[in-house]
């Protein structure tokens, strides 16, 4: 299949922007890498300029303000299918998601529309994890298959590849997720579109430097519109069900004469 785009937004990643694209681009070397930033105050933005300078493959796509991860990648996604990319990856910058399973991944990419990287599949694993970390997102991946009724085991997770054609097919204007509830929108966009999706297991690694970016607040947006997607599609479930039983035939009793 076509050429792939690595798309990587960065917030504050100055340490670790250049070992993971470097990563890339021995792991996939028929890849590009765009790096998404947002004028980071760190200056990674800067540090992503060099390895464009250096590595022809690697593109930067500068933005004024920070908006948020799911901003960084409708941006990158615009980019990505504007270039004509077939292919597209998410990954985070700060060296938790491996480039080295990328391969693997993308190779899916061949009977399927979007591949998750899942920690919570068998072969799956997180390293490095505080406890409640790994509670928060065991619980988060729960609540979230119970109220979308959904069979995913990882909903959450931010390393997936795209058929740049099927993420054309799903409308993303309305996408206004910031934190990682912007991956929940876009695989309860996915799946409700029909698009093929498969679950891979993937290490995911807890980061060395920087700082992550998790916030209570990123935590209360992701439950707040997954309940509420998760009532839409019930009340959406009842009105079929009352339309359906309105549609059937009223049985009416025949009287047969019965021989004497
Ligand atoms: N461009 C851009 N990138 C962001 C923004 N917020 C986070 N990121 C990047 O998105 C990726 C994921 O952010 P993390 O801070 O690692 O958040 P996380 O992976 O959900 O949380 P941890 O598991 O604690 O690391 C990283 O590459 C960040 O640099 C943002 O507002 N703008
Ligand atoms: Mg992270």
Redesign the pocket.
Same mark, same amino acid.
Do not use: Q
């Given at each position: 299949m076509k050429s792939a785009l690595v798309i @990587?937004? %960065? *917030?504050? /990643?100055s340490e670790?922007i250049v070992p993971l694209v470097h990563r890339v681009l021995a792991a996939v070397p028929e890849a590009k890498v765009l790096i998404?930033?947002?004028s #980071?105050p760190d200056g %990674?933005g800067v540090i992503a300029d060099g390895l464009a300078g250096v590595h022809p493959t690697v593109h930067v796509l500068h933005?004024t303000v =920070? /908006?948020?991860?799911g901003?960084?990648y409708l941006a990158g996604f615009a980019w990505g299918i504007e270039a004509g990319f077939a292919r597209l990856v998410e +990954? $985070?910058? $700060?060296g #938790?998601h491996h480039p080295e399973q990328l391969p693997g991944m993308l190779s899916l990419l061949d009977d399927h529309d979007l591949v998750l990287g899942s920690r919570w599949v068998p072969g799956g694993s997180v390293e490095n994890?505080p406890l409640h970390?790994l509670a928060l997102s065991r619980g988060g991946n729960l609540y979230t298959r119970l109220a979308l009724g959904i069979r995913i085991k990882d909903a959450t997770g931010?390393f997936r590849a795209f058929r740049a054609d099927a993420l054309k097919s799903i409308d993303l204007t309305s996408v206004a997720s910031?934190? *990682?509830c912007f991956q929940v929108d876009l695989l309860w966009r996915a799946l409700e579109h029909g698009l093929r999706v498969v679950e891979t297991p993937i290490t995911?690694t /807890?980061?060395v430097a920087? /700082? #992550? =970016? +998790?916030s209570g607040s @990123?935590v209360r947006e992701s439950l707040s519109r997954v309940t509420l997607w998760g009532l839409e599609r019930r009340a959406r479930e009842l009105r079929e069900l009352v339309v359906r039983h309105r549609r059937l035939p009223s049985v009416r009793a025949t009287q047969v004469a019965l021989p004497r």
């Open positions: @990587i937004p %960065t *917030y504050n /990643e670790n998404v930033d947002d #980071s %990674t933005r =920070k /908006e948020g991860l901003a960084a +990954m $985070d910058a $700060d #938790s994890w970390r931010g910031h934190g *990682y995911f /807890e980061r920087g /700082e #992550s =970016k +998790m @990123i």
